[in-house]
Structure formats: structure tokens, C-alpha cells
């Protein structure tokens, strides 16, 4: 399942949910040097969506802070991933990209 999500670094509080334009926000308190935030963001991500961190694959976005991943569903199903991804987007609270 391929996906867009813009990353945060450097935040004060860690976390993934909506942001704009359709993306998944994933804030991380890596700094942006040397691919750690992006690196920390799949981890997050793989956590999130309940799959191993090997199953999330960066497409496109090594340096920049908008990425698309592609994600390897587990041994739950696509429908299962799906239904996490659509609760993260859906979720509101401080995450939310300002």
C-alpha cells in the first residue's frame, strides 16, 4: 500500500495522525541530519500501522520532508492495514500539522 506522509523533526512531542492535504503527520524528535529523522519516522510509522519496520519502504522523499512510503501489509491483511492507516487519518488531536 503506497501512502504520503510529511515528517516533523525536532518535536516536542512524538507521535503520528493527520496532517495536511491528505498526508499522515509523523512527528519525531530526531533532528534532520544524516537521514535520523526519516530513519525514525519509518520506525514510528511501522509502529503505528503494526507492521515490522523492513515492511515500510521509502519511495520517493530521502531529503525532503514530504516522502512516500510503500507499506508491506502483516499477517493481518491489506483490510487490516487499511483500517489503521483510515484511523490514523482520522484521528484528531496535538499531532496535527500547524
Not at 516533523?8 to 512531542?13: D, F, N, V
Not at 509523523?26 to 519516522?41: H, L, M, N, P
Not at 510503500?70 to 490514523?88: C, F, K, M, N, T
Amino acid at each position: 500500500m503506497r501512502l504520503g506522509i510529511r515528517v516533523r523533526p525536532e518535536a516536542s512531542r512524538v507521535g503520528v495522525g493527520p496532517g495536511r492535504d491528505g498526508l499522515l503527520l509523523v512527528a519525531v524528535a530526531e533532528r534532520a541530519v544524516d537521514g535520523k529523522a526519516t530513519e525514525a519516522a519509518l520506525k514510528a510509522l511501522a509502529q503505528a500501522v503494526g507492521v515490522r519496520r523492513r515492511d515500510v519502504i521509502l519511495v520517493t522523499g530521502a531529503t525532503c520532508r514530504t516522502k512516500i512510503v510503500d507499506i508491506v501489509p502483516g499477517p493481518a491483511g491489506e483490510g487490516a492495514l487499511a483500517g489503521r492507516i483510515a484511523g490514523l487519518l482520522a484521528t484528531e488531536g496535538d499531532e496535527r500539522e500547524k
